[in-house]
């Protein structure tokens, strides 16, 4: 067995410390925040569910799909929280409902958030979903 120096078990001690902290820094995942939406319902009879539809830019193209990067289907909830979403960044949201056919509306009006790592700050917390495809949005403060 090989004895080492003060000066060498130091620099050891150091290098590994380098190690372990470099590992801990480039493979730490990116801050993640949440946006929580909510509207109104739907009471078309022949209604089955909504998409949320959402990106980092906002709607560019015709609606559906209008250019976002990100939907999701999620029924005939009147709530969803749209997770790991990239904290620093704006993210734009729009909503559909389809009926029973499998068509679907076009997308209600845009709205937006800022996405803090604790989110709760600045959540929707109302949509309003009318037939005119418009949306409003309530902002906790």
């Known amino acids: 067995m090989r ?7 130091t620099l050891i001690v150091i290098g590994a410390l380098v190690i372990f902290l470099a590992l801990l820094i480039f493979t730490a995942p990116e801050p993640t925040g949440t ?3 909510s509207w109104n319902a739907n009471t078309e009879p022949d209604f089955a569910g909504y998409k949320i539809y959402y990106g980092d830019s906002p709607r560019s193209a015709n609606c559906p799909p209008g250019g976002y990067a990100h939907n999701i289907t999620v029924g005939n909830s009147t709530s969803h929280t749209v997770k790991e ?6 993210y734009y949201f729009s909503i559909t409902a389809y009926d029973t ?3 679907e509306s076009g997308c209600s009006s845009e709205v937006s ?23 409003s949005a309530l902002w906790k403060k």
């Open 85 to 90: 979403l990239s904290a620093g960044k704006t």
């Open 35 to 37: 946006a929580q939406l």
């Open 101 to 103: 056919a499998g068509q």
């Open 3 to 9: 004895n080492f120096t003060l000066l060498q078990k």
């Open 113 to 135: 958030k800022q996405v803090s790592v604790s989110s709760d700050a600045s959540a929707v917390t109302k949509f309003t979903y009318a037939i005119k495809n418009k949306i």
